[in-house]
């Protein structure tokens, strides 16, 4: 059964430095796709930044970049310049062709000003 | 706006009851997913529907039934409903094809007393 596995249930990052979610999965799919969404304290579920796992080149919008290594089956996203409308819960989540999603149990990110 | 309606907002009940929850997509989603958030936890995928089947199913209790009318909105039906079925409960769309983003609700928070 596939599973997505986020290891950091808290972190945190001064403002305007780089901070790294890690997030690794287990699948035997070859077709598969990732996501990264933010819960702010709003309760609000907002993508990120989404990977197919058939690119190779890694996913990035604006300052959210995603390092995917297929072969150890890992998907960290890395904020740049971290600004405090940054904080909240961070989800990685995989689907397949199966249409199931999968999400990790999150990261609360805080950002210290 | 995520274009996705959930109503309602809030609902407070007590144990052995029924209710229902519903969810209005995005205009030209045909694919509604359910999911139960409960205290700080990740997501849990419930139910998938697509233009009016069902297509894949998660971690969904047999309490639990959803369905999807031709219009394409969706309820979740729970009954029975026990104190551990306190949750915030997310509706998301999208047009169905896994490379695709969820659009996510704002949730229905359950309480149970």
């Known amino acids: 059964a596939q599973t997505v596995t986020q290891s950091q249930p808290e972190m945190s990052v001064q403002e305007a430095e780089t901070v790294t979610l890690s997030c690794t999965y287990d699948?035997?799919?070859?077709?598969?796709?990732l996501f990264w969404y933010k819960q702010p304290p709003s309760r609000q579920m907002i993508l990120v930044i989404r990977?197919?796992?058939?690119?190779?080149q890694n996913a990035t919008e604006n300052r959210f970049s995603v390092n995917f290594q297929k072969a150890a089956k890992s998907f960290s996203l890395k904020i740049s310049d971290s600004q405090l409308g940054d904080a909240a819960m961070y989800f990685c989540a995989y689907t397949s062709g199966t249409y199931k999603y999968i999400f990790g149990t999150g990261t609360r990110l805080k950002v210290l000003a | 706006d995520s274009g996705v309606t959930q109503t309602p907002k809030h609902l407070i009940t007590a144990t052995g009851q029924r209710v229902t929850l519903r969810c209005s997509p995005r205009s030209g989603d045909l694919s509604v997913y359910w999911y139960q958030q409960s205290l700080d936890q990740g997501l849990q995928f419930l139910i998938q529907y697509y233009n009016g089947e069902e297509r894949a199913k998660g971690n969904i209790l047999e309490r639990f039934s959803a369905q999807q009318f031709p219009d394409l909105h969706s309820e979740l039906n729970l009954s029975s409903l026990e104190l551990g079925d306190s949750a915030l409960y997310f509706c998301?769309?999208?047009?169905?094809?896994?490379?695709?983003?969820?659009?996510f609700g704002d949730g229905t928070r359950l309480s149970i007393l």
């Open positions: 699948t035997s799919e070859s077709d598969y796709y």
């Open positions: 998301a769309s999208s047009s169905g094809f896994p490379n695709q983003p969820q659009h």
């Open positions: 990977q197919e796992a058939y690119k190779q």
